[in-house]
């Protein structure tokens, strides 16, 4: 992997001021050294998993940076090409589920949002079905590479330079910068497993969310059909690092994704969390507390804050 790169600048792309402007880092950007899935933040262990390593807890956030930095400019193709296109599917379904726009103009919030999909398609959605342009998207990710793309991307579409979208460069565990019981939905995708600590951004999440709002999660997942299971795992350990190669020319950051998948914790374990951070869940089953996709290969989680 390329050497660490740091991001001394913070894209601020706040379109309801109609303005780009790129302000020194600052606070917002933290070094957690908080832990892993299932351990609180109070217990401080020295290692987490990085993929299939352990690594020092307060290393992991700098490297799932530079694993983004590596792939944020092949990321979109990249996601079409090793899912073929089925990524697509997942988050359209994901985004359909919450039926944005449906009672009126929403504030979401789109964590770990990389390069704006479930943020376009929020927008999307809301318009297309409830003629709603008055629901907003804050996009927050860690990576600023990976704003800039979705800034780009953006840039070609309506919603730009409106006060319907807006970037910030910011850790899921740390938000300091927004408020208390601020938003209607909270949604990440394919994010919460690359940071230090689920707990931690789930409990911030909790904080930031309405009372009654929603707390959306799409996540690779774990697959509970044998045979299904045995050729996901022979595609994903032989073809996607080739992949990587090939086509973005870095075996290792797809070799950390495919692995770092494996280690995010089964759906129960995950909507158990989601409840200790203070959300309410459906029933925990296929169709309650989450929703599988494909046989579990991803799974939408939601949870509403009481
Ligand atoms: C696999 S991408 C998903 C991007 C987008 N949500 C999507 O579905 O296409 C994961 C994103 O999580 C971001 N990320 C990783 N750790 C983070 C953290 N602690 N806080 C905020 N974003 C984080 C990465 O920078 C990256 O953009």
């Known amino acids: 992997m390329s050497i660490l790169r740091q991001h001394p600048w913070r894209l601020c792309a706040n379109l309801s001021r109609s303005s780009r402007c790129l302000a020194r880092f600052n606070s917002t950007q933290s070094t957690s050294s908080s832990v892993s899935s299932g351990q609180s933040s109070s217990q401080e262990p020295r290692t987490v998993s990085f993929g299939f390593r352990s690594v020092p807890a307060d290393a992991k956030e700098s490297m799932v940076k530079e694993v983004f930095d590596s792939v944020a400019s092949k990321y979109d193709l ?35 949002g990389g390069t704006g999909d479930i943020a376009l398609r929020i927008l999307d959605y809301a318009r297309e079905n409830y003629a709603d342009r008055e629901t907003t998207v804050d996009i927050v990710d860690i990576n600023a590479e990976m704003l800039k793309e979705g800034y780009r991307r953006f840039k070609k579409t309506m919603y730009h330079n409106t006060p319907q979208i807006a970037f910030h460069e910011a850790n899921a565990q740390i938000m300091s910068q927004f408020p208390d019981n601020t938003y209607d939905i909270y949604t990440i995708a394919f994010g919460i497993r690359n940071c230090t600590s689920i707990p931690d951004v789930l409990k911030e999440a909790h904080r930031i969310l309405k009372p009654g709002g929603t707390f959306a999660c799409l996540e690779f997942s774990r697959v509970n059909n044998p045979l299904l299971n045995a050729l996901y795992d022979q595609y994903s350990f032989s073809v996607i690092p080739l992949m990587g190669t090939v086509l973005a020319g870095d075996r290792d950051s797809y070799q950390y994704l495919v692995e770092s998948i494996r280690k995010f914790p089964p759906q129960p374990e995950f909507a158990q969390m989601i409840r200790d951070a203070g959300f309410s869940t459906g029933k925990d089953e296929d169709g309650g507390a989450w929703t599988e996709l494909w046989g579990g290969i991803a799974s939408m989680h939601k949870g509403v804050k009481v």
């Open 78 to 112: 990249m996601n079409d090409a090793t899912s073929f296109g089925v990524h697509r599917l997942w988050k359209d379904t994901f985004v359909s589920s919450l039926r944005p726009g449906r009672k009126g103009p929403l504030k979401c919030i789109d964590v770990a």
